[in-house]
């Protein structure tokens, strides 16, 4: 559940970042975590934040059966240990030893995919309580976490993968939302080149292409909205055979 904008909190001295890359910074600058074994179970920690991430499960994921030691569980102890050496101590981040595995504990706003999630989330309660700069100013803050895919770490995971995905769909889909946000705040004029490139980079986005026509033809420029849809009416045909929604009529 998101929050009020009152209640969003500031973005802590201290961030686990999952956007292009797990890694830790405090107080504005990169900690050093160590190389790519110890980034790889940062991030196999990142992306089950808040909850125990199980022995056998982290070992599965930090290795392949290639390289797995056979004393995986000491091994997977001494980077535990290692990351927990990297982190500083008044970081308000940690991992936790828990039955069976470990967990890494941090607020909600000081790792990256929840703290997006969140942002996202409460941008849709302010747009429901009709405040749509509060909006704009929370899907801004949201998108700005984005430098790259999250957990390149995991892209070898097929697991990893789907969630990797998922993010990039919200992704998408907080970008359509602030195009909702500015329209509402009658900007068409100045999306109009950003909803081109949208549209034309993500060409079977009906709600993106229906933005796109929207604000054209609040620039006073209907034959070029009504184009928009002709175009993207035939792009969706012949990629699916579908016909668009009643509302790109």
Do not use: C
């Not at 993968?161 to 992704?171: W, Y």
């Amino acid at each position: 559940m998101g929050f009020d904008q009152s209640e969003v909190p500031q973005r802590g001295r201290s961030s686990v970042r999952v956007f292009g890359g797990a890694g830790v910074w405090h107080e504005g600058r990169p900690v050093s975590v160590g190389g790519p074994r110890q980034r790889r179970l940062l991030a196999l920690l990142a992306i089950r934040a808040g909850t125990v991430a199980d022995i056998d499960w982290l070992a599965e994921n930090l290795w392949t059966d290639d390289d797995r030691p056979e004393a995986s569980d000491r091994a997977l102890r001494t980077y535990v240990s290692r990351l927990r050496g990297t982190l500083p101590d008044d970081a308000g981040v940690v991992v936790e030893t828990a039955p069976g595995g470990y967990r890494l504990h941090a607020p909600a706003d000081a790792v990256e995919h929840r703290w997006f999630s969140e942002l996202r989330s409460s941008a849709r309660q302010a747009r429901e309580r009709q405040d749509p700069v509060a909006a704009q100013d929370l899907l801004d803050k949201a998108l700005g976490l984005w430098r790259g895919d999250p957990f390149p770490e995991l892209e070898d995971l097929d697991w990893a993968r789907a969630e990797i995905e998922r993010l990039r769909q919200e992704r998408l889909e907080a970008v359509e939302e602030r195009f909702e946000v500015s329209l509402a705040l009658g900007r068409h004029t100045q999306i109009i080149g950003e909803l081109a490139a949208f549209t034309h980079e993500h060409g079977l986005r009906e709600r993106a292409w229906r933005q796109y026509a929207v604000a054209l033809h609040r620039s006073g420029r209907t034959a070029e909205a009504l184009r928009a849809v002709r175009h993207y009416r035939e792009q969706l045909v012949d990629a699916s055979g579908l016909d668009p929604s009643a509302e790109m009529e």
